[in-house]
Nanobody, 123 residues
Framework: QVQLVESGGGLVQAGGSLRLSCAAS?????????MGWFRQAPGKEREIVAA??????DYGASVKGRFTISRDYTKNTSFLQMNSLKSEDTAVYYC?????????????????WGQGTQVTVSS
């Protein structure tokens, strides 16, 4: 099993910053797994924010240049630094893990999910 626990969400003004963390645990989790962040706003589909593995890092188009994903492989933790936040970034942010080294950005292909953390950006 794999457990993912997010932290760091909250309320911030437009233009501000937040840092999310995701701690992975469980005997099945491996440092070879990709870790990613997705988000879902009310009435919208879940979308990729960013993902990282040993081989590559990738971002959703709407956050490139503003968000940065990083990872501490020794602590099985990933981080999402969010800068220049906009009201349209308001959503529930989910941490996810993917066991296949050939991971894709498609949310349905990710097998492990956290419970989500709310990020609200006020304009």
């Amino acid at each position: 099993q794999v457990q993912l626990v997010e932290s760091g969400g909250g309320l911030v003004q437009a233009g501000g910053s937040l840092r999310l963390s995701c701690a992975a645990s469980g005997r099945a989790f491996s440092s070879r797994y990709a870790m990613g962040w997705f988000r879902q706003a009310p009435g919208k589909e879940r979308e990729i924010v960013a993902a990282i593995s040993w081989s590559r890092t990738d971002y959703g188009a709407s956050v490139k240049g503003r968000f940065t994903i990083s990872r501490d492989y020794t602590k099985n933790t990933s981080f999402l630094q969010m800068n220049s936040l906009k009201s349209e970034d308001t959503a529930v942010y989910y941490c996810a893990a993917h066991s296949n080294p050939q991971w894709t950005m498609l949310s349905s292909s990710w097998g492990y999910w956290g419970q989500g953390t709310q990020v609200t950006v006020s304009s």
